[in-house]
């Protein structure tokens, strides 16, 4: 399974940017994703998953109100929408994907797949 994340950029705050993360998987809509970030010098952390169907939402608290993870099945598809962007979302954003029909996950090593990153700079 390949994913590949886009979207990223320069952004100022306040303002909104969408992510997304195709995958070349035939089987994507039986997977369960997620989005997770790692700013310089931190750890990688939990950002949103979504359930393989694409109906169960799940969200860090640092971002729920503000961002939303959708998925696609038909365009093999995920997505980030980030909107009211503050300076401390800086980060390079990672997809993932976890195996088939499995249940959604949190944990950075719960995840099978990743892409290759995607960068957001938020600035004053």
């Known amino acids: 399974v390949q994913l590949q994340a886009s979207g990223g950029g320069l952004v100022q705050a306040g303002g909104s940017l969408r992510l997304s993360c195709a995958a070349s998987?035939?089987?994507?809509?039986?997977?369960?994703m997620g989005w997770y970030r790692q700013a310089p010098g931190k750890e990688r952390e939990f950002v949103a998953a979504?359930?393989?169907?694409?109906?169960?939402?799940y969200y860090a608290d640092s971002v729920k109100g503000r961002f939303t993870i959708s998925k696609d099945n038909a365009k093999n598809t995920v997505y980030l929408q980030m909107n009211s962007l503050k300076l401390e979302d800086t980060a390079v954003y990672y997809c993932?994907?976890?195996?088939?029909?499995?249940?959604?996950?949190?944990?950075?090593?719960?995840?099978?797949?990743w892409g290759q990153g995607t960068l957001v700079t938020v600035s004053s």
């Open positions: 998987a035939r089987t994507f809509s039986s997977f369960p």
């Open positions: 979504i359930s393989w169907s694409g109906d169960r939402p």
């Open positions: 993932a994907a976890r195996a088939s029909h499995s249940t959604v996950a949190f944990g950075v090593e719960e995840y099978d797949y």
